[in-house]
């Protein structure tokens, strides 16, 4: 989506966190999602966080907003190989029907 | 299984051929998506119904794409003489009427023209 851009790929460790970033441009945005899609598969909701909010957690996900910078992360702690997979970062957009706007991904890969 | 069910996962065509995918939404959501994702790149909208209206419908959309939810279950999405380029995977998502936006995928249909 060209209103939300991610990194392309990153590489960790096993046992390490992982952080995923993502900047979007529409400021109105009332919901940031995480989606989570492994190879030959759909896509996966992570988790989400409402715009009002600057920090979510859940079990090894800390989802972390900055709306002032229009800046959203996802960090896996311990991360583990079976978290390998394509992160999509996506938003609500405003006015829309649930239409939700995706970025492009950000691949991650967990070696030994 | 009560996920989003698409069919058939994968088809491979010739130019110039019709092709149609179907998806069965979660049988309770009232809101039904299309998107189209290209290697390398994140679903793209290409249109929604609520029930059996269609609400939106993309730039992306040509006149050979046509979809269809006409019970309000169910959808179709027909695109007629395919081209090279139309080659992609067709994910179809729905929800419920609340406001978190959360969409169920499922897995997708991948359209191959050769």
């Known amino acids: 989506g060209e209103d939300v851009e991610q990194s392309l790929f990153l590489s960790v460790r096993e046992g390490d966190s992982s952080v995923i970033n993502c900047t979007y441009t529409d400021s109105s945005s009332t919901y940031l999602y995480w989606y989570k899609q492994e190879p030959g598969a759909g896509l996966q909701l992570l988790t989400y966080?409402?715009?009002?909010?600057d920090m979510k957690q859940d079990q090894r996900l800390t989802v972390l907003l900055n709306k002032k910078d229009k800046h959203l992360s996802l960090r896996i702690a311990d991360t583990q190989t079976g978290d390998s997979a394509i992160y999509f970062c996506?938003?609500?957009?405003?006015?829309?029907?649930?239409?939700?706007?995706f970025g492009a991904g950000t691949r991650l890969a967990v070696h030994p | 299984d009560t996920g989003v069910s698409q069919n058939p996962r994968h088809k491979i065509t010739k130019r110039g051929q019709n092709v149609t995918f179907r998806c069965d939404p979660i049988?309770?959501?009232?809101?039904l998506y299309w998107y189209r994702q290209t290697l390398g790149q994140g679903p793209e909208f290409l249109t929604y119904?609520?029930?059996?209206?269609?609400?939106?419908k993309s730039r992306l959309l040509s006149d050979r794409f046509s979809a269809e939810r006409p019970k309000g279950s169910f959808s179709t999405l027909e695109i007629q003489r395919t081209e090279q380029g139309d080659s992609a995977m067709y994910l179809c998502a729905s929800s419920f009427d609340k406001n978190t936006g959360e969409l169920f995928f499922g897995e997708g249909s991948r359209l191959t023209v050769l």
């Open positions: 119904f609520q029930n059996e209206a269609q609400l939106e």
């Open positions: 049988s309770e959501h009232n809101r």
């Open positions: 966080i409402f715009s009002n909010m």
């Open positions: 996506a938003h609500l957009r405003s006015g829309g029907y649930n239409k939700l706007i």
